[in-house]
Structure formats: C-alpha cells, structure tokens
C-alpha cells in the first residue's frame, strides 16, 4: 500500500504523475492518491476578488486563513476542478478512480479550530472566524471498501469537524494520517522541488536521506509550505509507515522514481 499526496504549486505535471500511477495501478499495485491544489486556489480567489490571506504562527509555520467565503473558493476549486481533472486523467489512462473530499463519508475527520494565532508586524494576534484544523480521525472503512472493489480513491480536503462543519486541513499532514491509519508501506510527498533542500532554491543542496528518529532536527532547513511536509514526515514515520520520501513531481516518471530513492528519503 503506498500513499501519494501530491501538491498544488506550480510546475506539477499532474499528467506525469497519473501516468506512472496508472502503470503501477495496471502492474497490481494497491495506491491512493491525496492532492493540493494551493497554486490554482490563488488564482481563482484573487479573480473573484477574494484574495488569498497567507497567516504565519508565532511557531513560523504559514498557512491559509480560511474564512467562509474562502473556503468555499477552496472547496470549488480543490474539490471541483482539482480532482475531477486529476479523476478524468486517470479514466482516460484505464483507471477506475473515485474522487472524495475528506468531507465525503467523514474521510479525514478533526476538530475545528474557530481561531488562529497569527505573527503581524512583530505582534501576536488573535484572528477569529478561521475554518481550520487537523485530521485526528480517518474512515479507513470507506478507503478499504472502494480498494476492494477496485477503484482508485483519489482524495483532497476539506475535512469534516466533529460537528460535520467543513474545515481545511493541511494535505501533507491528511496523507501521513492516512498512511498511519491504512499501515502504508510508503507515503510519498510530491511537489515542485527535488526533495529537502539545505539551501533553498538551490537543488544541488537535496539532502538524500534523514533518519527517521531525528526527521525534526530538519526542520530549520525546511522553507514556508515545506514545513508542514517535514512535519507530516515525521507523524508518519512515528506511526509506523516504514518509508516517506519527499520526491520531485515535476517530469519523468515521479512515483517510480521516488520509490527508487530519487529525493529525500527518511527511513
């Protein structure tokens, strides 16, 4: 069982990334994929004329401040446009794919976190009205089902609260729970750099490896959204999955090559 979550930034070719998971789907292998959808989400905002709002903690990680309105610019285009586009690529390639929100039959279910805590202009502020928070819960039921039935679950957030109120949740964060809960083999997190940089941007500087009971000392060479990745990498490989590999999405064949060791592996 490998877990795929691929990001949302630019550069992604998501066509790539279908094909090589349809040879491997075609060849017997048992595979979810979970996806972002970040880059397209900016886009659609700011030409509807609700511009993203990117809030940093006073722990340095950045994410996006989720009002209502924004939510729903979120779900429109992470489960709409995002996932069905992923979902038709992979029907055209002879993969019977399903795409579900975590909202869907509670996939990916946590609390609600009604408030962020935000770093402006030096100054630690409250922010209320946030549609935020974290996968504590997955329906691995739901997963196994449609597994066993033969469909490719392709899977985004939102989330679902306890309460059944959508909120957004980070998706490298839902895949390492999802690799948890379904006792994945890999989880391999995909996106528009070559794996863990020791000097972003320059991808001479991958770090190969990070042993696996010390994935946190990384951390201060992680930048923004790459935070979140090196944090689910380490829920994961403290839950149990055996390998997570932070690969390159960008061209050739961005599975196989991850599951050979191209990128970062943490082990």
Request: charged share 20%; hydrophobic share 40%; proline share 4%.
């Given at each position: 069982?490998?877990?795929?979550?691929?990001?949302?930034?630019?550069?992604?070719?998501?066509?790539?990334?279908?094909?090589?998971?349809a040879a491997r789907w075609?060849?017997?292998?048992?595979?979810?994929?979970?996806?972002?959808?970040?880059?397209?989400?900016?886009?659609?905002?700011?030409?509807?004329?609700?511009?993203?709002?990117?809030?940093?903690?006073?722990?340095?990680?950045?994410?996006?401040?989720?009002?209502?309105?924004?939510?729903?610019?979120?779900?429109?285009?992470?489960?709409?446009?995002?996932?069905?586009?992923?979902?038709?690529?992979?029907?055209?390639?002879?993969?019977?794919?399903?795409?579900?929100?975590?909202?869907?039959?509670?996939?990916?279910?946590?609390?609600?976190?009604?408030?962020?805590?935000?770093?402006?202009?030096?100054?630690?502020?409250?922010?209320?009205?946030?549609?935020?928070?974290?996968?504590?819960?997955?329906?691995?039921?739901?997963?196994?089902?449609?597994?066993?039935?033969?469909?490719?679950?392709?899977?985004?957030?939102?989330?679902?609260?306890?309460?059944?109120?959508?909120?957004?949740?980070?998706?490298?964060?839902?895949?390492?729970?999802?690799?948890?809960?379904?006792?994945?083999?890999?989880?391999?997190?995909?996106?528009?750099?070559?794996?863990?940089?020791?000097?972003?941007?320059?991808?001479?500087?991958?770090?190969?490896?990070?042993?696996?009971?010390?994935?946190e000392s990384y951390l201060?060479?992680?930048?923004?959204?790459?935070?979140?990745?090196?944090?689910?990498?380490?829920?994961?490989?403290?839950?149990?999955?055996?390998?997570?590999?932070?690969?390159?999405?960008?061209?050739?064949?961005?599975?196989?090559a991850a599951l050979a060791?191209?990128?970062?592996?943490?082990?």
């Open positions: 069982m490998i877990v795929v979550k691929v990001g949302g930034s630019a550069g992604i070719d998501y066509d790539a990334v279908c094909a090589d998971i075609a060849a017997g292998e048992k595979l979810i994929l979970v996806h972002g959808g970040s880059g397209e989400t900016n886009r659609v905002a700011e030409a509807l004329g609700h511009p993203p709002k990117f809030v940093t903690s006073p722990s340095g990680y950045t994410s996006r401040f989720t009002d209502r309105q924004t939510l729903e610019i979120f779900e429109m285009v992470y489960c709409g446009k995002m996932n069905k586009g992923i979902v038709e690529r992979l029907q055209r390639l002879g993969v019977n794919a399903v795409g579900l929100s975590g909202l869907d039959g509670r996939i990916f279910e946590g609390r609600h976190k009604d408030s962020v805590r935000a770093v402006e202009n030096g100054k630690v502020k409250v922010l209320r009205g946030d549609h935020t928070g974290t996968v504590e819960k997955v329906n691995t039921g739901l997963i196994e089902l449609l597994l066993g039935a033969g469909y490719l679950p392709v899977l985004t957030p939102p989330a679902s609260s306890y309460e059944g109120v959508a909120i957004n949740v980070d998706g490298d964060r839902a895949a390492a729970a999802l690799a948890v809960a379904l006792k994945a083999d890999a989880l391999l997190l995909l996106s528009n750099v070559p794996g863990l940089l020791r000097a972003y941007p320059d991808e001479s500087s991958l770090i190969p490896s990070i042993p696996a009971n010390d994935v201060e060479f992680a930048q923004d959204r790459m935070k979140k990745k090196v944090l689910g990498a380490a829920e994961a490989v403290q839950g149990g999955v055996r390998r997570v590999i932070f690969g390159d999405a960008r061209a050739g064949q961005p599975v196989s060791g191209a990128g970062t592996v943490v082990e």
